[in-house]
């Protein structure tokens, strides 16, 4: 088997979205949320599960699905490349606009330069976000000259989602000479969801003022922009973040979510507070099923950031219920990480 490359806990772009819906408020106990019995699995049951979880990855990556499919690519990039390759090329011919992007963005992230023609075709994409996802493909894989599409639908388009898009992918070029460009833009700029985008791009870039800023929004705002904030925060997992993360992860009455999203940040500092948390939520039932899917979607999440090997048991058994493929995919992306940060270097 291809071994998988170091994971970075990076936050999946659109399970990260998708938990702005349905927030749900509780205490620390999650209902119908125990905690079980735990036994470490010895090397050779690590390996297997490893196997396994990558397949399941690989094998989601060519779902029907298409919101699975994006999930699986997203975590295919960070857990396991190489193997991911093909099934990012692939994802260029989709119908599904979210799967087209998800490919382009995964193609950048990986600098497979060897797909640039394919690229560029995208950038006539119907869809907006495809284009701008092709656009940050484009930059990463050598043709920087694609950077002007971001620039220009981050200013002039008149929908806040591909705005705040075009924010987000500046922020994932890691050119520290954008934040020229999102300085001026994030004054012009009126819309909060948008405003909180550029912030989010800036700190990403190094910008200390946005990461402050940030670090206000997640301690005292609305619901949506607290969540985009956190999981900026998560993303980067700087040192001076960790007062907000503890704050958010251990306010009682604050939705379940959020405080999952600080756990995942925390995990990401070494920090193992949230795991108890998290591991509670892999169990966590709601009459509305998205919603307990989301709840134990970011509990995954968490459990992979934190690292601990004594919570592979239970995400083998989320990962074997076939109720929800996409809490499937995040179990199997958390078991990837966890067995990835338990190899000898």
């Known amino acids: 088997m291809q071994r998988l490359r170091g994971?970075?806990?990076r936050r999946p772009h659109v399970w990260g979205a998708a938990c702005l819906a349905g927030l749900v408020t509780i205490g620390l106990l999650p209902s119908g949320g125990c905690?079980?019995?735990?036994?470490?699995?010895t090397l050779q049951e690590r390996r297997q599960l490893e196997q396994r979880a990558l397949a399941l990855l690989l094998r989601a990556g060519q779902s029907e699905l298409d919101v699975v499919r994006t999930h699986a690519i997203e975590a295919l990039v960070d857990v396991a490349p190489d193997a991911g390759l093909p099934?990012?090329?692939?994802?260029?011919?989709?119908?599904?606009?979210l799967v087209r992007y998800a490919g382009c963005v995964a193609l950048g992230e990986t600098r497979d330069s060897a797909s640039l023609k394919a690229v560029r075709l995208m950038l006539g994409d119907p869809d907006a976000r495809v284009r701008l996802a092709a656009a940050f493909a484009a930059y990463r894989c050598g043709d920087t000259h694609q950077a002007r599409v971001l620039v220009q639908m981050l200013n002039d388009h008149p929908d806040e989602?591909?705005?705040a898009e075009a924010a987000r992918l500046i922020g994932e070029l890691g050119e520290p000479k954008a934040l020229k460009r999102l300085r001026l833009a994030v004054k012009r700029e009126s819309v909060s969801y948008v405003v909180v985008h550029i912030e989010s791009a800036m700190a990403k870039l190094g910008d200390r003022r946005s990461l402050d800023h940030l670090m206000q929004y997640a301690l005292k705002s609305d619901a949506v922009t607290i969540v985009l904030a956190l999981q900026t925060l998560a993303d980067l997992a700087d040192p001076g973040t960790r007062e907000t993360l503890?704050?958010?992860?251990?306010?009682?009455?604050?939705?379940l979510q959020t405080r999952l999203i600080a756990a995942r940040g925390l995990g990401r500092l070494g920090v193992d507070d949230g795991y108890k948390l998290a591991l509670e939520s892999l169990t966590h039932a709601a009459a509305d099923e998205?919603?307990?899917m989301q709840?134990?979607?970011n509990a995954a999440l968490a459990l992979g950031a934190i690292g601990d090997p004594d919570a592979l048991p239970a995400l083998r058994r989320l990962a074997e219920m076939?109720?929800?493929p996409r809490t499937q995919v995040a179990a199997s992306y958390a078991i990837c990480q966890i067995t990835e940060a338990l190899r000898p270097r």
């Open 7 to 9: 994971s970075h806990g």
């Open 35 to 41: 905690l079980q019995p735990q036994s470490r699995l």
């Open 87 to 97: 099934v990012f090329r692939e994802a260029l011919t989709s119908q599904s606009p």
């Open 161 to 163: 989602k591909v705005r």
């Open 246 to 255: 503890e704050y958010r992860l251990h306010n009682d009455a604050d939705y």
């Open 290 to 292: 998205n919603e307990a």
């Open 295 to 297: 709840i134990r979607v």
């Open 322 to 324: 076939r109720n929800d």
